[in-house]
């Protein structure tokens, strides 16, 4: 029933909503992917599960995996100002902790205008440093007291990326590589850094009917430049969920989420490179949504990994929601009726 729920959701692509669908669910059962539409538009070339793809946002959770293994080394505290290591790039307030759960306080605001998809297409070949991603971030008072709320900055992740370097002496791109990819096996994800191109075979993506698929990932940085085939996200969602990446006091810190508000309504959601859920009838998952021009990825989980859901949507325009309407269907068909609850 799961199965016919998830190919109701996918639907006869491309339509007006998507060029293309893709989603790897796995169950009790085993594993099942389903694929519609088409991996190019002009072409109409099949799609299929091994193409590559940008995943945007959920590099945020390789890399607060990357940093986190640095924390169960005693390289780096949770607790300690950011300022310690960096001097002068941040409020003296904001400590490790705080970027990875998004309740620093810097604003979420940058000279990169990430819903603007003109602006996007003049400047999608341009190369980005961390220190301009972060510059609007930097230059304006903190939003909030750091630790009293929480509000989801990319900001954040691009100063754990300058962290990282610090720390090891090396860009945090390699870290990831050697501490994440490279022990699973995940020959198929990259970290690009301003290399426009996508490794065949690839999915084409599209904004308001322009290919966008070739951009420089600097657009991105550390908070989303990775890319990524359904089955390395699948292999690397589940070596999270069972243990295989993190000792268990450390990895519990991804599903810790603070006690406060969100900034813009409702209560805080974000853990550690892992957000909550809660779907209907109290079923909670945990998972990350990447959403860049022409590609929107999620990873999704319980509490165990039994039941783990990877989907790849390819919109017609690039929006401003993380988790438009088609996803809280996709969710519901995957994960509904299946108890879940978060990990304690």
């Known amino acids: 029933m799961t199965h016919d729920a998830v190919h109701d959701v996918i639907g006869q692509r491309p339509d007006a909503e998507a060029s293309a669908f893709l989603v790897r669910l796995t169950g009790p059962d085993g594993t099942s992917t389903f694929g519609s539409g088409t991996a190019d538009l002009d072409t109409g070339a099949p799609l ?24 169960a080394e005693g390289r780096i505290e949770l607790d300690e100002p950011v300022e310690r290591r960096l001097p002068g790039l941040l409020p003296g307030t904001v400590t ?4 990875l759960d998004h309740t620093s306080g810097l604003v979420d605001e940058s000279d990169v205008r990430y819903n603007d998809t003109a602006w996007f297409l003049r400047h999608r070949f341009d190369t980005f440093t961390p220190d301009q991603l972060i510059a609007r971030a930097r230059s304006r008072p903190l939003a909030f007291p750091t630790g009293t709320r929480q509000q989801i900055t990319r900001a954040n992740y691009v100063a754990l990326g300058m962290l990282v370097e610090q720390v090891t002496g090396h860009p945090y791109a390699e870290v990831t590589r050697d501490r994440v990819l490279r022990p699973l096996g995940l020959d198929h994800t990259h970290l690009p850094g301003d290399d426009p191109e996508l490794a065949a075979p690839f999915v084409r993506g599209y904004d308001e009917g322009v290919d966008v698929t070739r951009h420089s990932p600097s657009l991105h940085g550390a908070a989303g430049e990775m890319v ?6 699948d292999r690397f969602l589940h070596a999270l969920t069972a243990g295989d990446l993190l000792p268990p006091d450390i990895v519990r810190e991804m599903y810790r989420v ?9 209560r805080a959601f974000c853990g550690a490179g892992l ?26 989980t319980g509490a165990t990994p039994e039941r783990r859901l990877v989907y790849l949507i390819c919109p017609t325009r690039r929006g401003e929601l993380r988790a438009p309407p088609i996803v809280a269907r996709l969710l519901h068909s995957a994960f509904c009726g299946i108890s879940s609850s978060p990990i304690s």
């Open 96 to 99: 490790v902790r705080s970027l």
């Open 258 to 266: 603070p006690d406060v508000p969100y900034a813009k309504g409702g």
């Open 48 to 71: 299929h599960a091994d193409q590559h793809f940008r995943i945007g946002g959920v590099t945020k959770t390789f890399l607060a995996v990357a940093v986190l293994s640095l924390v």
């Open 228 to 233: 990524s085939t359904v089955a390395d996200l």
């Open 275 to 300: 957000d909550s859920v809660t779907l209907p009838g109290d079923v909670t998952v945990w998972g990350m949504v990447g959403i860049v021009h022409g590609y929107l990825a999620g990873i999704v």
